[in-house]
């Protein structure tokens, strides 16, 4: 489990994240929704140490993560950074068994178990025919997925993604975050940023909604009326805009004119 306690992060002088306070459980689906420049990609470079804190601390298992080597965070954390971070060009297949990589030695190289994994990753997307391509030769989706599949492959207890579905077609979507709800099953926490209210709403267990800086409400799928809270929540913060189409159990959000 995750604890980000009280935490306030600034660039420069400038406070962007303000006493931000949530907890990312194991097996669980955090999704954390929010307006552009509300603070979300900003919130996930401080868990991963690479922002200083104003204030707050963020605890793994009790004890503060600025105590982790850079060893121990990465055996905890997968990250999928947003798309527009490009990593080296190279070939799709050995992207994601780099995902093995740190669970090795130093001397070790991915074996066949690892390649029969990626494998088979891949041809759950229904991606199987890019794997001998290279990162520049595939669209963005293509390489959303790889970077997610690589993240899949590192049994970290903890991944975190940063808008991982903004280049994913519908089906992709959904074949991404299937995979993701059999990870948290099997004991993953997965925190999420995302901007489609209605995905968030069908497959995260927890979601935090950020606005300016702020957490402005946490939803929780245990709770009632969790469709029409998350409505309420944006017609408060955005105008009201916003209809639930639909019952609370299965209903989603809609644009009213
Ligand atoms: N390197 C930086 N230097 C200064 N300010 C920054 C920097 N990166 C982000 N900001 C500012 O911090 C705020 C939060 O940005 P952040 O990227 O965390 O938002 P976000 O919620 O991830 O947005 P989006 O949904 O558009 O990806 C914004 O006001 C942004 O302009």
């Not at 959904?174 to 940023?193: V, W």
Request: hydrophobic share 40%; glycine share 6%.
């Amino acid at each position: 489990m995750i604890e980000v306690v009280h935490v306030s992060v600034a660039y420069e002088q400038k406070e962007v994240l303000h006493d931000i306070s949530l907890t990312i459980p194991k097996g669980r689906i955090v999704m954390m929704l929010g307006e552009n420049g509300s603070g979300k990609t900003t919130l996930m470079k401080a868990m991963l140490d690479k922002l200083p804190f104003v204030q707050g601390d963020i605890l793994w298992k009790q004890e503060s993560l600025r105590k982790l080597n850079e060893k121990q965070r990465a055996a905890c954390f997968s990250y999928v950074p947003q798309i527009k971070e490009m990593v080296a060009d190279i070939k799709v297949m050995d992207c994601i068994v780099a995902g093995c990589t740190r669970r090795l030695s130093l001397f070790e190289v991915p074996d066949a178990k690892d390649y029969a994994k990626a494998n088979a990753v891949l041809k759950k997307f229904q991606l199987a025919h890019i794997k001998d391509k290279y990162l520049h030769e595939i669209s963005g989706g293509e390489l959303q997925m790889t970077y997610v599949a690589r993240a899949f492959l590192q049994d970290s207890e903890v991944i975190l993604m940063d808008e991982p579905c903004t280049y994913l077609d519908f089906q992709h979507q959904h074949l991404f975050l299937q995979q993701a709800k059999q990870l948290a099953q099997q004991g993953t926490s997965l925190f999420i940023s995302i901007h489609d209210p209605n995905l968030a709403l069908q497959y995260a267990d927890d979601i935090y909604i950020l606005h300016e800086g702020r957490i402005y409400t946490h939803l929780k799928k245990e709770e009632p009326f969790l469709r029409r809270r998350c409505c309420e929540c944006y017609n408060t913060i955005y105008g009201k805009h916003f209809a639930l189409a639909g019952d609370d159990s299965s209903g989603y959000l809609v644009w009213k004119e």
